[in-house]
């Protein structure tokens, strides 16, 4: 079942926890929650959340007012959200809100932070400390970066993302075939290119930046189809101008926001009344390799996709074997299945024989994981 279109954004003023009645969790589903996130999350029943993406404040330390060369202020952050009297404040703060977090998020939930150097690095040990299990950390380069106005550093180009599981057990989803997809059928690295939100999508009042650190779409957009699936829950507790909530509801998928700022919240509601899903859930659905049916190598042969007897290779013509009629292979007088007599023509520890093993048809090499696909769409 799809995620109910009727259903719109609210904004729910929660001061008292308890008075909330935060534990019906369906009632919270698609919602802005505002208040302190700590108390938000501490309201919400235990391990009911997939994805967790989250970007505090960064606790810039700025010095004074930043000038352009002509002499115009720079519109940087300047907020009291982003203020802490000493890092050991800023690290109470952090221990507070991850506590918080790893408590609602599922055995095989995960959660991303991202951050500039002034804070990622502190926020990481809490990570760890609080008993987070780190992924990646992913650079996220701008395309479009500020300039160091004052000439006296490097132009900072970068953010970092944490990606982290709850903990070193956890079987998390990574939908890896949806980010290689996406980059030109290629693995996805962990150094992501992408623009600074500019345009039609920057939030603005009075013609100024609504949001001083309003992330693009782009970004969550990759975030969220990486780690997550159709009507999963995402909980974002530093909303903001609600990107979060704007891209998995495009994407299918439910979220919960948090957000002290009264009007933080109605800007990221009136964002969220106007967006829309973006098609049907078929189209937004990536399924794991778990979720599609088992195809065995012999099925190939019982389907007379290949016969007995006929040679199979690598993609480089380097490694040779025969498929025997029981779904073995045999080579040199070694025999076994499409992986171990993978492994073995390589001398290496182990193999996925669907992607190594390729067979000629009309002189040229085809994969034999594309004739499992077939078969796996005719089971569907």
Not at 103 to 108: A, D, H, I, S, T
Request: proline share 5%; aromatic share 10%.
């Amino acid at each position: 079942m799809g995620i109910d279109q009727t259903k719109q954004c609210h904004v729910r003023a929660i001061t008292d926890p308890e008075s909330g009645n935060a534990s019906s969790l369906d009632r919270l589903e698609n919602s802005i929650l505002v208040g302190d996130c700590v108390e938000l999350m501490d309201n919400l029943p235990e391990a009911c959340v997939d994805v967790i993406f989250a970007d505090p404040p960064y606790n810039l330390q700025l010095g004074g007012d930043l000038h352009r060369p002509n002499n115009t202020k720079v519109d940087g952050v300047d907020d009291d959200w982003d203020h802490f009297d000493s890092f050991a404040a800023y690290d109470e703060f952090t221990q507070k809100w991850l506590r918080a977090a790893r408590r609602v998020l599922k055995p095989n939930g995960t959660l991303w932070v991202i951050g500039s150097y002034h804070n990622i690095f502190r926020v990481g040990v809490i990570l760890q400390n609080t008993g987070f299990w780190m992924l990646n950390d992913v650079i996220w380069r701008k395309t479009n970066p500020m300039p160091n106005f004052r000439g006296t550093r490097f132009t900072n180009a970068h953010e970092t993302l944490l990606w982290c599981a709850k903990s070193q057990n956890s079987k998390y989803r990574f939908n890896y075939d949806a980010m290689k997809a996406l980059n030109d059928d290629l693995q996805m690295r962990s150094d992501w290119l992408l623009p600074l939100c500019t345009g039609e999508e920057r939030l603005k009042r009075n013609g100024k930046k609504a949001h001083p650190t309003q992330k693009p779409e782009l970004l969550l957009y990759r975030v969220i189809v990486s780690s997550s699936e159709v009507n999963d829950l995402i909980l974002d507790p530093f909303f903001g101008s609600g990107t979060t909530g704007a891209v998995a509801k495009k994407l299918g998928r439910k979220y919960i926001g948090l957000e002290q700022d009264p009007s933080y919240a109605r800007l990221a509601e009136k964002r969220l009344s106007q967006t829309q899903r973006v098609s049907e859930e078929e189209f937004l659905r990536t399924p794991t390799k778990r979720d599609l049916p088992r195809v065995p190598f012999g099925r190939l042969l019982e389907s007379g996709i290949l016969v007995p007897g006929q040679v199979l290779s690598d993609q480089r013509g380097r490694y040779h074997a025969r498929v025997r009629a029981d779904g073995m292979l045999i080579t040199d007088g070694f025999y076994g299945s499409i992986h171990k007599v993978g492994a073995y023509v390589q001398k290496a520890p182990a193999c996925n024989g669907w992607q190594f093993w390729h067979v000629q048809i009309k002189g040229e090499l085809v994969p034999i994981d594309l004739f499992r696909q077939k078969l796996r769409a005719e089971i569907h």
